[in-house]
């Protein structure tokens, strides 16, 4: 059964104490999800590294979150005598808070019966939500930059002008990879975008109907695996958490927060964060709240509290993904960072955008507009992938051709002729004029460089 779910006459009606508790039920959903997250995280990781992970707090290591969270908050809290109090204080809070108002807007399942009221299993909605949770994560970018400011650190200052950069350039495709879902249900609003995913009727080809997928994921496959990477870049988190990056900046934009209680509030809205971003692709990919095949073909599996129940599974399956590229990937070049999302993603969201836009012009049916944009998708998704292949294989092309430069001149350094090195032997190979081995090294390193980018 296909519940529709909850329409506009659905908001703006609950009591105070209805709205009062969603919001109390939102929040410790959210820290319960951050302590659990915390200790999934580590354990995944654990195995995945053939190690146990926390065993010791609790039974299989459940309290090791809680006892690490009263660490932090009895720990000493060290402020450096440089820092600006002010923005050092107000840099957590403006980082946490806006990671808390995204999660209004999700939808997490149809109109139940609350204490004998009826409500939507949603805070509240918007005409255009998707554009609020767009700005809240823009604003607590804010945050991380400020703690860098703040800290009057050298590190923490890259830390957080990094953010800022990344932000942009990052925040652009995943904006764009929105426009697509926006195209194909032709609105903003949460509860909307996943009512039109309800059912994806069937594609008619003479006598034969081939019945349709209703989620967008698979007519919009190029904007999810965008939004996917870019879910990656907005939350700063493996490959690409260069604000962080341990390795050249000590620990990134809050370097100089000891582990207290404010190091607490960046770490809880890391999670809260991978927690937003991965319940939008839900939301806008994955049919929200709805069952997936086949609990779908249960008449009641969309109505009732059942739905919360698909939308938390689909949420630990999103925050796996998150946990499984941390311990697979390594973290990237930060010039690879800002020319992949500037050079790849927003070129290729920009022309899926208009092929999808040529196809809603077209006025075709919604079966056949989604068979077309299927097909272009794929077609999209396997030229980048080719593109992709060409590029690696290239590069590893010109790293062995500058591997062989610098070894043949090796050789004629130690076994010097002609008056010896950097004068060249009569007969050695001519390289459009023989340089010294500093300036070959960098003149090679630029032309790898050059490629990767």
């Known amino acids: 059964m296909n519940n529709p779910g909850p329409t506009w006459s659905d908001f703006g009606h609950d009591p105070l104490w209805i709205i009062i508790i969603k919001a109390v039920a939102i929040f410790v959903f959210l820290m319960l999800g951050v302590l659990f997250g915390v200790w999934t995280e580590r354990k995944l990781i654990s195995r995945m590294q053939h190690r146990y992970g926390p065993n010791r707090a609790g039974k299989f290591g459940l309290l090791q979150s809680v006892a690490d969270g009263l660490k932090m ?12 109090k002010v ?3 107000l840099a957590p809070v403006i980082i946490a808070v806006p990671a808390f108002l995204a999660f209004s807007v999700v939808p997490f399942g149809p109109v139940v019966s609350m204490f004998g009221h009826r409500t939507p299993l949603q805070l509240t909605d918007l005409p255009v939500a998707v554009l609020l949770v767009l700005a809240t994560a823009s604003i607590g970018v804010y945050g991380i930059v400020l703690a860098g400011w703040g800290s009057r650190s050298p590190y923490a200052v890259l830390g957080g002008l990094r953010s800022a950069a ?3 350039s990052y925040e652009i495709a995943m904006g764009l990879s929105f426009v697509a879902v926006f195209l194909q ?3 903003l609003s949460t509860h909307e975008i996943v009512a039109k995913q309800a059912g994806g009727g069937t594609w008619d080809i003479g006598a034969l109907s081939i019945p349709m997928p209703s989620w967008y994921v698979v007519s919009l496959v190029p ?4 939004y996917a990477i870019t879910m990656l870049g907005e939350t700063n988190r493996v490959p690409f958490d260069l604000p962080e990056g341990e390795g050249e900046l000590v620990g990134g934009f809050h370097t100089e927060y000891s582990s207290s209680l404010k190091f607490a509030m960046f770490m809880l809205a890391e999670y809260v964060n991978i927690f937003t971003v991965s319940a939008m692709a839900i939301t806008l990919f994955f049919g929200g709240w709805r069952a997936p095949w086949p ?7 969309n109505s009732g509290w059942w739905p919360l129940l698909w939308f938390f599974i689909k949420l630990v399956i999103a925050f796996g993904f998150f946990v499984w590229v941390r311990a697979s990937l390594p973290r990237v070049r930060y010039d690879q960072l800002m020319a992949f999302g500037w050079k790849v993603l ?4 920009l022309a899926w955008i208009l092929m999808a836009a040529t196809f809603k012009a077209l006025r075709l049916p919604d079966s056949n507009r989604a068979v077309v944009m299927t097909i272009g998708a794929v077609v999209i998704v396997g030229a980048l992938a080719i593109w992709l292949r060409f590029d690696t294989v290239n590069q590893r092309r010109k790293e062995a051709k500058a591997a062989q430069i610098e070894e043949e001149f090796e050789q004629l350094r130690e076994e010097p002729v002609a008056g010896g090195f950097p004068v060249p032997p009569l007969d050695a190979p001519h390289y459009h004029g023989v340089v010294p081995a500093a300036r070959l090294n960098s003149d090679a390193a630029k032309e790898v460089t050059s490629g990767s980018n």
């Open 166 to 168: 990344q932000v942009v």
């Open 73 to 84: 908050g009895l720990k000493e809290d060290i402020m450096p005598r440089t820092v600006d």
């Open 346 to 349: 927003i070129p290729v969201n």
């Open 87 to 89: 923005i050092y204080l």
């Open 295 to 301: 609990i779908s073909m249960w008449d009641g599996a």
């Open 185 to 187: 249900a032709g609105t």
């Open 223 to 226: 904007s999810f695996l965008i």
